[in-house]
């Protein structure tokens, strides 16, 4: 069995959000060989060195606050290996080959775009905003970048241009202090984007984003229209991916495990992996809880996301903070190598490989792993 991707990427960023640092994480090395060779028990956290960056980008705003980079993987167009498509506060995008070291001008999107989620269907990278302001600005927050195989045909580099894309039909986001439990000094009036998949069909599928609190919505890329698809929402906290193998989808729940509240976390900080089966048009299966990762006593957990490595195996990165005895702020990732099976019986399982540890200097913060 071989992985259809070899590195995930780690994005991260200074205090001031203007110089970022992309790095190549080896994913192989990870994973045990045949399942013969696994041992009897997950083997002890392993410490790593960072690899240096391959690329630095600089994020040319006036002004610190007034935006930031965001980063997105674009892994179509007859491609075997995935790219990074980074934008910039402004909406300029540029579009990076870490193996050749080759950096190529995108079209620019119609408006910046604020935690954006971003599914390649085919040669085409779909990019929708998630914190949409009110105005010209929600509207123009959904946008696509088309990229031709055939150089021939007339396109500039092979990217024939940008298509600026209807706004879903949910209400805009923003937020209000509360006076709630003490690490929830913000709640959500109208609800943030959770959780978002890629449900294959015809003429490309249909994209799914879920809204706690206003529901799923769909969107049909043949006919280049949102629908809504059920009050109902995703199961799931962030990005949602099809293991084709088995026919689910796998992704971090977003039930926070043992409070008792039920309720959607902003991070999904407790490592739970679940699996269920999604549509375009009905409400999902109730989600099958596989595999939880433990959280050492004295760590922070900040934030959690699964990159799909193809093959059912999953990079999983959860993002710590601690103290050191002296009481230093220490930050720090871990990545993990999971594989989903499926036992005789018809159970499915998440089989833990190895985790390493990287840490980072205070003068850098890990903002995205893609």
């Known amino acids: 069995m071989s992985l259809r991707r070899r590195f995930v990427y780690l994005i991260t960023a200074d205090k001031n959000r203007r110089d970022f640092l992309l790095r190549r994480i080896d994913t192989p090395s990870l994973f045990f060989a045949p399942k013969d060779d696994r041992p009897a028990h997950p083997p002890p956290l392993e410490e790593a060195r960072l690899p240096c960056p391959v690329f630095r980008f600089n994020a040319a705003a006036p002004d610190p ?7 997105m993987l674009f892994s179509g167009g007859g491609r075997k290996r995935g790219m990074v498509v980074a934008t910039d506060p402004e909406g300029r995008a540029v579009l990076v080959d870490p193996d050749r070291r080759a950096v190529r001008l995108l079209p620019d999107l119609t408006k910046p775009k604020t935690g954006p989620i971003s599914f390649t269907v085919g040669s085409v990278l779909y990019i929708l905003g998630t914190m949409p302001r009110a105005g010209i600005l929600r509207t123009l927050c959904f946008d696509c970048l088309v990229f031709n195989d055939d150089e021939r045909g007339g396109c500039h580099d092979g ?3 940008r298509l600026s894309l209807p706004a879903p039909p949910y209400e805009s986001t923003w937020w209000c202090r509360s006076t709630g ?17 890629l449900v294959p069909g015809d003429g490309g599928g249909t994209i799914l984003v879920s809204k706690r609190t206003l529901g799923t ?18 199961p799931f906290y962030g990005r949602a991916h099809l293991v084709p193998e088995h026919g689910v989808w796998l992704g971090l729940s977003s039930l926070r495990g043992g409070d008792g509240r039920g309720r959607v976390p902003r991070d999904c900080d407790d490592g739970l992996v679940c699996a269920s089966e999604l549509s375009a048009a009905a409400p999902p299966t109730t989600p099958r809880d596989l595999w939880r990762d433990r959280t050492p006593p004295g760590w922070a957990s900040r934030e959690s996301c699964l990159v799909d490595l ?4 999953f990079c999983l990165a959860r993002f710590f903070d601690s103290r050191r005895p002296d009481g230093e702020l220490q930050r720090f990732v871990v990545f993990t190598g999971i594989e989903v099976e499926r036992a005789a019986s018809g159970e499915l399982s998440v089989v833990k490989h190895r985790s390493r540890r990287y840490s980072y200097d205070g003068d850098h913060k890990a903002q995205r792993v893609l």
Not at 65 to 71: Q, R, T
Request: hydrophobic share 35%.
């Open 310 to 313: 193809g093959c059912c195996r």
């Open 181 to 197: 439990y003490e690490y929830d000094s913000f709640e959500e009036t109208k609800a943030n984007v959770t959780a978002s998949a």
């Open 217 to 234: 919505h769909a969107f049909d890329v043949a006919r280049g229209a949102w629908s809504k698809a059920g009050d109902w929402a995703l």
């Open 65 to 71: 606050g007034d935006g930031n980079m965001e980063f």
């Open 159 to 161: 990217w024939c241009g």
